[in-house]
């Protein structure tokens, strides 16, 4: 049956916010493809979610479950997956693109002679997908040829999780043929790194450091005008790669999600992982030398300058202005 | 433990990039270029198994003739030797057609463990090393930050979202991608360069790999990204621009 599938994924037992982002996506892509779109929910329990999902406006929803699939495997769920594709033979697969999803799509794909459009941030007539490229100094738009399913998945907060249509839909189990030695991988349970004591998601200024710095010996600027404003300091992940200020200041997809009154990125270009970090910002300003660096595409104010001379100038100009 | 490390190389980061005259990629003339990043974090997880538990480290890297002294960098950080496959027209496969090359190189080599950095800084799929496991059969994890070789295999750490965690054990042969910062990168000694030079590179060529090259995700267009927000620049010297900002912040978007 030709059919856009939506393959949702849970946190802490619920439907996750990228996941309804997901079939928020799927019903616009069936909008513009005239199908019907359906939802998978995958595990060894999975009627919750299953119910939750089946509010919506979905043509059916599947249950694809086996004990096997209790704990997230690649393994485990690329098996899984592979039969029910290749029972539904869907013309669309459409994932949330979470670490989860990246870890095993590629190869769901792969194993059906198919390749994954990953990190979509839109679609268009064709249909065309499109996805960043250059740490998202340009567009791809990117077309799915020949024949069999395809695989896209959509990158966090590019589809509103708030459009989803409600409705209802039928609920039904599909079991797939999984064997023990077919898991290669043994997971334990997920654990955190070290203590959390830095909250930036509650700050509500914060000063964002990023490779333009350069040196070390740099950060105590950032850390004037930080000071200077009240706010909070954090960092891009390669300013914590390279151990420059610590983990638990790291902004993005893989550290802390911030929303505060004022973010002010400095030296910061805006990758992607760092961009999904800082979407509740409510006012964004960027310095940074390049005209052309990402961050300017989602920032209030901008300043192109050398920030070695940019960020002194603002610390005085904001200590001038409390005076 | 021998280890294959399959690296990219990609137009520098703070390369001006330009789209090309067909909106199909970007112009490549006059473009500098350097080893991925996370690639160079595979490199190092690489170079420090070998450290601990001896063996041999490859580098595997796909590309025209410019990769050469990506290859040689890798050496002279301390990689063995390399296997380049000069292949001109990369940018006409797609993550399945790259990854099939790759695996074609790799499956003669029989190693104990392949190694690809999380996603490449150009096209970013971050999809080649999960495809490579497919390929080759074997068991993978992704977005790992720290490597143990134990008795019955590998104890892997794996980064998930919003600074959690997860353990995983698998077993010898596997393929992992490595996320960047689990390591400290070394650089290269004048001594590792010297070496560099009489290492092995061998050269095969993408049309003796005979593998198939027939696209199913095709890259049509590239174009500038649209503007979310409309971004006041604020213009003049450093310390007008500031004071600029500063009345901007207070009156106009009021969170000062």
Redesign the interface.
Known sequence: MSAIWVVVEERDGRVSRISWEAVSAGQKLAALTGQVVNAVVIGAQTEPLAAEVSAKALGKVVRVEHPLLAAYT??GF?LALQQFVEAEKPDYVVFPH??QV???A??L???L???????VIGFAEGP?FV????????????????S?SCFVSVQAGAFRADEVQAGTAAVSVFTPTIEPAEI??????????AA?TVDLGSAQMIVGVG?GIKDPANIPIAQELATA?GAELGAS??I??N?WLPMERQIG?????ISP??YLAVGI?GA?QHLVGIKGS?????INK???A?I???????????LM??V???T???KA?KQ | MKIIVAIKQV?E??A??R?NAEAKW?EESGLQYALNESDAYALEEALQLKEKHGGEVVVLTAGPERVGPTIREALAKGADRAIHIDCADLGNR???GV?KLLAAAIKPENPDLVLTGLQS???????TG??L???LGL?????ILHVEKTDSGLTVKR?????????????LPAVLTI???GN?LRYATLMGIKRAKTKEVRTVTAAELAVDS????????????Q???S????PGN??E???A??E???FE?R??
């Open positions: 690649a393994d690329t979470t670490y990246r870890d095993f590629p190869k794909a792969a194993r002679g198919q390749v994954l459009i990953g990190d065309v996805r960043q490229l250059m740490q998202g100094r340009l567009n791809g738009t990117y077309r799915h040829v020949g069999g290669r991988t043994k997971p334990s349970e997920r654990f955190r790194g959390q490779r404003l992940r390669p914590c790669d151990g997809s893989s550290g802390q999600t009154k004022l270009s992607i409510q006012c964004v300003v960027a390049d005209p052309d990402p300017f595409e989602v920032a209030d104010y901008g300043i192109v300058g050398d001379e940019v002194p100038a603002l005085e100009a904001l202005a | 137009p980061r703070d001006q990039v789209i970007i797609d993550a399945l990854a800084d150009d096209l970013g799929l971050g999809q999960v495809i496991a497919e390929l068991p993978h994890s992704s977005l980064e998930l979202e919003e600074g959690w965690f997860r353990t995983i054990e698998l077993p996320q960047s910062g400290k027939a696209q199913v995700a095709v890259l049509e267009r590239v174009a500038l990204p503007k979310q927000k971004t006041q620049i604020l450093p310390k621009a500031a004071a900002l500063v901007k912040l207070k978007a969170v000062l």
